[in-house]
């Protein structure tokens, strides 16, 4: 099986692009611009929605500089979309008054959804790639699609008491993987009922048909606690692992039986960002 693979730091995060298949050439032209095209739009999403840069335009519409209606339109759509999970997870998805990642004051911060629609809308460029399997991979949470008559993508999830370690693994045809919870980032999330870092949960996973909402019920559960399952256990097309402070290992029942993972296959841990 031919295979090729492209690594770039955006949204300061590892994305890397894995493109293989069976009778086709993952190094044609086409796939070469098809993953260009990846990055670009990754890159743009950065520059409108970056709490870390003073010219983004979420930057500007929160110092009263821009309004949304006249901000990049992908502004308001992501807008939208943090209402609408707000809604979906009961509020314990709230990307209001969220401290600043450069001076802790609280600010709107949607990058708990932001970096999962991205990735989703980035991926369109690789689904026009007839005959291949790719993998689409930011900072561990990742979208995959395998080709018909091509190996299905083995995703190896990181055990979030022992890094390098592999906890479970997942075999995917399609859809998304995405993990949140405090093992490595600490305080990052926060619990929006009390506006103070969640606690009680290592490791979320959740497998789903899209990134979007795997990566926005991820961090839901982490924001919730270890007492989450039985909300997750209701999301309807996802399942999840979950892994609590105390070590505690819990399952939806649609979660299959952990294995091993083999060498070289992509490896999903709790997205590490810059402080």
């Known amino acids: 099986m031919n295979r090729r693979a492209w690594v770039e730091q955006v949204m300061g995060l590892p994305v890397s692009v894995h493109v293989r298949g069976t009778g086709t050439d993952p190094g044609s032209a086409e796939a070469a611009r098809a993953v260009a ?20 335009d979420l930057s500007r519409w929160e110092r009263g500089e821009l309004t949304a209606g ?20 009961g509020g314990w998805f709230d990307p209001r008054e969220l401290p600043d990642p450069r001076t802790g004051t609280p600010r709107f911060d949607p990058s708990g959804l932001v970096k999962g629609w991205a990735v989703q809308r980035a991926a369109a460029h690789l689904r026009r790639l007839p005959g291949h399997s790719w993998c689409l991979n930011a900072g561990g949470d ?5 080709a018909p008559g091509d190996p299905a993508w083995r995703v190896g999830i990181e055990d979030p008491a022992r890094p390098g370690t592999v906890l479970a693994v997942l075999e ?13 980032r600490g305080g ?3 619990n ?3 506006r103070r870092p969640a606690t009680g949960v290592h490791a979320v996973t959740v497998a789903g048909p899209d990134l979007l909402w795997a990566d926005v019920y991820a961090t839901a559960a982490a924001a919730r606690g270890p007492g989450s399952l039985r909300w997750l256990e209701t999301l309807d097309g996802h399942d999840a692992l979950l892994v609590s402070a105390s070590g505690l290992r819990q399952v939806t029942p649609g979660w299959p039986v952990p294995g091993s993972a083999p060498a ?9 960002r810059p402080a």
């Open 264 to 272: 070289g296959a992509p490896r999903l841990s709790a997205p590490r």
């Open 70 to 89: 006249a901000a990049d339109p992908l502004l308001a759509d992501v807008l939208r979309l943090c209402e609408e999970a707000r809604a979906r997870t």
């Open 172 to 184: 995917r045809r399609g859809g998304a993987v995405a993990t949140s919870g405090t093992a490595h």
């Open 192 to 194: 929006p009922r009390t």
């Open 37 to 56: 095209a990846v990055f670009a739009e990754l890159r743009h999403a950065d520059a409108v929605f970056s709490p870390y840069r003073a010219d983004s």
């Open 142 to 146: 990742l979208i995959v699609h395998a």
């Open 188 to 190: 990052h999330i926060v």
